[in-house]
């Protein structure tokens, strides 16, 4: 395996680290069956882990966990007891820098904006998330929400970016999802 555990002995017996190298290894198969790089480290608290995917376009993937705990401190929140995991998808679609948009989870201060600003609309498949766009409503935010639908569902989606001709899709999940990445490869 070439992502590698950076545990300490004693943690090798823990439930928590054989579940973070069973996700690992998922991941690592996953990508040297499409033919990508693999690196990262795992332990029993945490795992940062890459791949890149060349296929007909360039992939990156990211998969993060953080564990924070708040024993014994009082300055951290207990909002923040557990883990962090966090997952990013991106690909750079050349010439499509007029097709800028971010769809994220709604906040407050959205119900505001909507009313003063035309650029900003709410995301049609879901309550949940509003779209931020410049110009006219781009193609691509249609054939994302297609596909991303189910992580919309679940809440997993936290924001997805479409910049200066990279896309870069943000999830909070502890799951892979790689039947619905594999979608976007239709992009």
Not at 96 to 107: A, D, L, P, Q, V
Not at 109 to 134: A, C, P, V
Not at 161 to 169: G, V
Request: charged share 30%; aromatic share 14%.
């Amino acid at each position: 395996m070439i992502i590698k555990p950076d545990a300490s002995p004693d943690e090798f017996d823990s439930p928590f680290f054989k579940k973070n190298e069973q996700f690992c290894i998922r991941f690592e198969n996953f990508i040297t069956t499409q033919k990508g790089r693999v690196k990262g480290k795992y332990n029993a608290f945490s795992y940062l882990i890459f791949g890149k995917i060349t296929n007909t376009k360039n992939w990156n993937l990211m998969y993060r966990k953080a564990t924070f705990t708040s024993t014994g401190n009082l300055f951290i929140s207990s909002k923040l007891q557990g883990p962090l995991v966090i997952a990013e998808w991106e690909t750079s679609r050349k010439g499509t820098h007029n097709s800028e948009f971010t769809i994220r989870k709604k906040t407050r201060s959205d119900f505001i904006k909507l009313r003063l600003f035309n650029s900003s609309s709410k995301l049609d498949i879901s309550t949940k998330y509003i779209l931020e766009f410049k110009n006219n409503k781009p193609q691509l935010v249609s054939k994302l929400t297609t596909i991303l639908k189910p992580l919309f569902d679940s809440n997993e989606i936290y924001s997805i970016n479409h910049r200066d001709d990279k896309l870069k899709i943000e999830l909070k999940t502890e799951e892979h999802h790689f039947d619905i990445f594999q979608e976007l490869f239709k992009l």
